[in-house]
């Protein structure tokens, strides 16, 4: 063979070979990253994210939302924790997010990861609170703990406390922190507040933390108002399945015993 | 004169011009890469009210008011499928300035951490006549460069951060160090035992990045004295990308001119220290001129 055939040959040969290691070096980062992308459910990202796929594909991890924080409660993740490297998160149990009103770490942000259109800190959805053990809850017990509700910086919306009849002592009140998704920021003040050994109202990351209906799914109750009036067969004439000696009073009665 | 041994470089510069301008440059660089790290620590080891410069390499605001972004990073984020928002935009379109004008690679040896480590190894590699090692093609980076876009445009995120050392080792200095030196012990064994200049002169795609943003730069090293090249290969001995020199150095005949070109040269300088003779300096890419070199101007010039 030519010289310069043989040459023209080996330089395939070494494209081919840079090509292709580069290559699967490409589909292991590739499937690494997929990995590396799930976030633990006690890390909550700063406010101003609305899902973690599109947050990973913006933030460059240059830190300065950690450093106009003036309550220093954003941390850069290192390696070997399990949050996608460099990035920003906090927590909520050890240190919540103050909602500052002129959002420092969404102003200094340069790459729009947390998004500028945050410019209510009320608006923010960093995470949804919920009361994960009714066991613990010292509410739930019967007891007038109440800090989750007392700290929430939006007491009476993001929780509210609803009274229910306590069927333990049979004559008390039980006042249920019930926390509202359409306010909740997810600032993890409540959580942090819990005055048990383990928290028993967490942030969890929304998508964790809420249920979705089905898109077709109407509420029969809704559509009533909506429409001023049952679109259904009216009340009165409605067959109910009830068992045997329980009848349905519209007048505001509700269910009761036949007999009566 | 032959060659001088691999552990003897740069001494002879240092008996004939003397320890400080055998090595100036070197240490200007290293006084630069060290500035680069401690004026983003000023604010918290001093306390609030010293801050110089907020952020890291990727993104940071100096003195409140000078926004800088590294164009490759948000690059990957364009491609992963982020609009990229003017903030961001005009720190980078300054820095891709400043490097098109002063050199791309000027990153590598002026600014980059990881510098500091390669070059440790590499010297250690002269020191202990360390040789051999895995061969590959220095066009690899590019390879790599191109992957970590695509793979950034097919997962929709900033793929190469992930275990781009070049962050990690800044991030990691700044806002907390972790587990970084494990990252940066495995890229020193490389260089040292395994492939020499490995990381840097082969697969670092920032370095490839920034290598085409000074492709056509306008501050270069030239040898306008190269007639008085004696061949002692201390500038092959020390350079980081050493295929750079020969052109200028040695295409006298061939009709080549003195200045360095090459997109890869990192504008370091240390050819400049090491070269007893003083063939190299500071020029820029205009003052090529094949036939009249510098040193011959000046003998025509009155
Ligand atoms: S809103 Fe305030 S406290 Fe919360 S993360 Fe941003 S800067 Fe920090
Ligand atoms: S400021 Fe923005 S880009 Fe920088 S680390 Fe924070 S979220 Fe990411
Ligand atoms: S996280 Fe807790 S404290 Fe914060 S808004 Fe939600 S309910 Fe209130
Ligand atoms: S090649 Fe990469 S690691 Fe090496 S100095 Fe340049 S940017 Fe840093
Ligand atoms: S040619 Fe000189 S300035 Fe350029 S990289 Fe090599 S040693 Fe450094």
New binding site residues.
């Given amino acids: 063979m030519l010289k310069h055939q043989l040459s023209r040959r080996r330089f395939i040969v070494d494209t081919a070979r840079a090509a292709s290691g580069v290559a699967l070096l490409g589909v292991g980062l590739g499937l690494y990253t997929k990995e590396a992308k799930s976030l633990p459910a006690y890390a909550l990202r700063p406010p101003g994210v609305e899902n973690e796929d599109d947050f990973l594909a913006a933030c460059i991890r240059c830190g300065l939302c950690v450093r106009d924080c003036p309550y220093d409660i954003l941390k850069l993740s290192e390696l070997a924790e399990p949050v996608a490297l460099g990035t920003p998160y906090f927590e909520a149990r050890k240190i919540p997010c103050e909602m500052c009103e002129d959002i420092p770490c969404v102003v200094a942000c340069p790459t729009g990861a947390l998004d500028k259109e945050l410019t209510n800190i009320d608006d923010a959805r960093m995470g949804l609170a919920v009361i994960v053990d009714q066991e613990t809850c010292l509410n739930y017990l019967g007891l007038r703990c109440d800090v989750c509700h007392r700290i929430c910086p939006l007491i009476n919306e993001a929780i509210t406390l609803e009274p229910r009849h306590n069927q333990r002592s049979g004559k008390h009140t039980i006042f249920i922190p019930v926390v509202h998704s359409d306010k909740c920021t997810g600032c993890g003040k409540c959580e942090r507040g819990c005055v048990l050994e383990e928290a028993a109202i967490k942030v969890l990351p929304l998508k964790l933390a809420k249920g979705e209906l089905g898109h077709h799914y109407r509420l029969g109750w809704e559509e009533k108002e909506k429409a001023g009036k049952s679109l259904v067969t009216p009340d009165k004439e409605h067959k109910y399945n009830l068992p045997e000696g329980l009848k349905y009073e519209h007048e505001g009665e509700g269910l009761m015993k036949d007999s009566r | 004169m032959a060659a001088n041994l691999p552990e003897q470089v740069g001494k002879e510069a240092v008996l004939v011009k003397g320890w400080w301008r055998a090595n100036k440059w070197l240490l200007l660089r290293r006084t630069s890469q060290l500035l680069v790290i401690v004026i983003f620590l000023t604010g918290p080891l001093l306390g609030e009210g010293y801050w110089i410069a907020k952020g890291n390499l990727t993104s940071s605001l100096t003195f409140d008011i000078l926004p800088l972004t590294d164009p490759y990073v948000l690059l990957q984020s364009f491609f992963a499928g982020h609009e990229i928002i003017s903030q961001a935009l005009i720190g980078a379109v300054i820095v891709t300035v400043f490097y098109f004008l002063v050199g791309g690679?000027v990153?590598?040896?002026w600014v980059?951490?990881?510098?500091v480590v390669?070059d440790a190894a590499d010297g250690l590699r002269r020191k202990y006549k360390i040789k051999g090692g895995a061969r590959f093609s220095r066009d690899l980076?590019y390879w790599i460069l191109a992957m970590t876009l695509i793979v950034a445009a097919v997962t929709g995120s900033i793929v190469w951060e992930f275990i781009n050392?070049?962050s990690i080792l800044h991030r990691s200095i700044i806002f907390g160090f972790g587990y970084a030196g494990l990252v940066i012990l495995a890229i020193f064994l490389f260089d040292l035992l395994l492939s020499r200049q490995g990381?840097?002169?082969h697969l670092?795609p920032?370095?490839?990045f920034?290598s085409l943003l000074g492709r056509i730069s306008l501050v270069r090293v030239s040898a306008p004295n190269r007639e008085s090249c004696d061949d002692c290969m201390d500038c092959f001995m020390v350079c980081p990308e050493k295929q750079v020199i020969k052109p200028a150095l040695k295409g006298a005949d061939k009709g080549i001119g003195p200045v360095i070109t090459d997109m890869n040269c990192?504008n370091c300088g240390r050819c400049i220290d090491v070269c007893a003779k003083d063939v190299f300096k500071f020029s820029n890419r205009f003052n090529n001129d094949t036939l009249l070199n510098e040193s011959k101007k000046e003998e025509v010039a009155p």
């Fill in positions: 690679r990153f590598c040896s980059c951490p990881v510098n390669t980076r050392p070049v990381w840097c002169g670092c920032v370095g490839a920034y990192t």
